[in-house]
């Protein structure tokens, strides 16, 4: 069984760094794109920021030049390095991944359990 779990959420001043990791663990034959997402209270998931197996980032508008997205291809992880944090960053993260199993003939599409990020004073 091929699953995402999430770790680095929590509380955070405005302005400061959190890293949110997101390691894929199982029977796993290839990782095409990791991602990640977050929902914030009454408000739709977005977007905020994904890299493929190139090496590719793509990011949202609202986290260019404060977010950077990473990924450790020997460790199926990623990572989400948040700086410059913003009260409107409170959300919860999810990490997201197309992964083919071991075995598969088509790529999954799979979510984290999500973690909270909080951004107050």
């Known amino acids: 069984q091929v699953q995402l779990v999430e770790s680095g959420g929590g509380l955070v001043q405005p302005g400061g760094s959190l890293k949110l990791s997101c390691a894929a663990s199982?029977?796993?034959?290839?990782?095409?794109?990791m991602g990640w997402y977050r929902q914030a209270p009454g408000k739709e998931r977005e977007l905020v920021a994904t890299?493929?197996?190139?090496?590719?980032?793509n990011y949202a508008d609202s986290v260019k030049g404060r977010f950077t997205i990473s990924r450790d291809k020997a460790k199926n992880t990623d990572y989400l390095q948040m700086n410059s944090l913003k009260p409107e960053d409170t959300a919860v993260y999810y990490c997201?991944?197309?992964?083919?199993?071991?075995?598969?003939?088509?790529?999954?599409?799979?979510w984290g359990q999500g973690t909270l990020v909080t951004v107050s004073s």
């Open positions: 890299i493929a197996n190139t090496g590719t980032t």
């Open positions: 199982g029977s796993i034959f290839s990782i095409s794109v």
């Open positions: 997201n991944a197309r992964i083919l199993p071991y075995g598969g003939f088509r790529y999954l599409e799979l």
